[in-house]
């Protein structure tokens, strides 16, 4: 007898999504741009024959994930939007929040970004991106003094100098995007820590050391510094698994 074919469930689609899917691709392909003007809702109920709730509802999704912005009474039709960073930040955090995407990815995330940014940032800042990164350690020093979440937030603005420095817009973008999980997991960690002034501390001397690779123009150094530093600091949030098969993705590709 014929191996059962593996079928899964049929998922009902609402009329709003399809409207939905269709501008969002069309948003993608750049067939519409930023600064745009969608169809009147009427004309697009004409064109997806669909009733006036259907576009409404389609359009207000389409505004919460930042594609659209529709005023009421607008003759022009809904504009569509530039791509924001504040949209991409807000469905990082709420990705992180509830849980999608789990802590031991998001040091994952981190160790890959630092490590390439602080690489980058060695071979491309400037002088004025290098006192950035000096105010911002001693920002992180005086910080010590007013607990966790004050210190967090220092040490995030030291990583996102660094962000800056790399001259890379996309690596920007991502740890803009993931700056507030970040800070909240910094924020835990130190919560965590049987003796939190210490692990500050430490914290604080492992991004001196990282400057001063970065100030020394040292790239590789600086890297796997700061690779190390958040596995070291994050470590114990993977499985031992993937703490292996990650160190074993930087020796196969330092090798």
Same mark, same amino acid.
């Given at each position: ?16 999504? /399809? ?6 691709? +069309? ?10 003007r969608l169809p009147s809702e /009427? ?16 359009? /207000?999704?389409?505004? !919460? ?146 400057? +001063? ?12 510094? +700061? ?17 292996? +098969? ?7 590709? !330092?090798?």
């Amino acid at each position: 007898m014929p191996n059962p074919i593996a079928f899964t469930p049929v998922k009902t689609v609402k009329a709003y999504e /399809r409207v939905v899917e269709q501008i969002e691709s +069309a948003i993608s392909k750049r067939e519409l741009r930023p600064g745009d003007r969608l169809p009147s809702e /009427r004309e697009l109920m004409l064109t997806f024959e669909v009733s006036r709730s259907t576009i409404r509802e389609a359009l /207000r999704v389409l505004e !919460s994930i930042g594609l659209v912005r529709s005023r009421p009474g607008d003759p022009r039709g809904p504009e569509v939007l530039q791509a924001s960073l504040a949209t991409l930040t807000k469905n990082v955090n709420r990705l992180v929040r509830l849980e999608s995407i789990g802590l031991s990815e998001l040091v994952e995330f981190r160790i890959m970004l630092e490590g390439s940014a602080c690489t980058l940032a060695a071979q491309h800042r400037t002088p004025q991106q290098l006192q950035g990164m000096c105010d911002a350690v001693d920002a992180m020093q005086a910080a010590i003094t007013n607990g966790p979440v004050a210190f967090s937030q220092a040490d995030v603005a030291f990583h996102v100098s660094v962000w800056a420095a790399s001259q890379n817009q996309l690596m920007q973008i991502c740890g803009e995007a993931a700056r507030g999980a970040l800070i909240d997991m910094v924020t835990d960690e130190l919560d965590r820590a049987p003796d939190s002034q210490a692990k500050m501390e430490l914290s604080l001397s492992h991004d001196r050391e990282i400057l +001063a690779a970065i100030s020394a123009g040292d790239g590789p150094v600086a890297g796997r510094l +700061a690779r190390s530093f958040v596995m070291e600091y994050y470590g114990d949030v993977m499985n031992s698994s993937e703490r292996a +098969a990650l160190l074993a993705s930087y020796d196969d590709a !330092s090798s």
